[in-house]
């Protein structure tokens, strides 16, 4: 079985990647035995739509195809990657970099709990902004990849989690206006400071299916307006 074993020599030829904020995954066939891992980064041996080895440690490995060693860490092989099981030996490279400057737009009117004067009362908003995040769980994350491309964009994955992304920070905001007690005006002067708690809450377990986790967002822009009326069908 093929794993990866720590390699201390010095060696030139070597298969690395390098990333950008856009990408967030790289796959490479294997013609150098020896992949480099940078800060930031996990990769993962794949065959056959079966992830046999991963290291997240900065280093250098050899890819070894014997017995495994004793004590050795049990792979992630609990599932198939989807269109991938024709596909010879890989390794795939991932982003765990925060990806950052990621825009969002909620045109439909949310319901936010406003705080004025020590009391609350609900209001409707249109925000737009930005928001970061990173692949927390890269098993996951590759689990919800259509097959195995050679290179996987953010925009690839934004479009995928648009509506989880927009309900998280929906619920997120209306989180730390109970938190901090923010009147509108307060929480659009001080949006950039505050930090989606994410640790210690569970509005984002969509995202967290996906392998996603948000770790920012900001507010450019919001307008108070009317709550969206609802259109009956005349039957």
């Known amino acids: 079985m093929y794993y990866l074993a720590e390699y201390k020599e010095q060696e030139k030829n070597v298969l690395e990647c390098e990333f950008n904020n856009d ?15 940078n800060k930031n980064q996990l990769v993962c041996l794949i065959e056959k739509g079966r992830i046999l080895d991963y290291k997240d440690t900065q280093g250098e490995y050899i890819v070894e195809n014997n017995k495994l060693p004793e004590k050795y860490d049990k792979p992630w092989n609990s599932f198939i990657i989807r269109d991938a099981e024709t596909q010879s030996l890989c390794a795939v490279f991932f982003n765990k970099s925060i990806i950052t400057n990621n825009k969002y737009i909620i045109n439909d009117p949310i319901k936010y709990v406003n705080w004025k ?12 902004g930005t ?13 919800k990849a259509i097959g195995l491309s050679s290179i996987y964009v953010k925009q690839e994955l934004i479009e995928r989690i648009r509506g989880f992304v927009l309900n998280s920070i929906q619920i997120g905001i209306n ?3 109970k938190e901090y007690k923010l009147d509108i005006d307060t929480l659009y002067s001080k949006s950039k400071e505050l930090e989606i708690k994410l640790k210690q809450n569970e509005y984002d377990v969509k995202l967290l299916e996906y392998g996603i986790k948000l770790t920012y967002f900001d507010i450019t822009n919001f307008e108070i307006t009317k709550k969206k009326k609802k259109f009956l069908k005349k039957s």
Do not use: M, P, T
């Open 23 to 37: 990408i967030l995954f790289k796959k490479y066939e294997i013609n150098n035995n020896i992949i480099k891992v």
């Open 117 to 128: 004067n020590g009391e609350e009362k609900e209001i409707y908003i249109k925000i737009n």
């Open 131 to 143: 928001y970061n995040f990173k692949i927390q769980d890269s098993a996951k994350f590759l689990s």
């Open 175 to 177: 989180e730390l206006s």
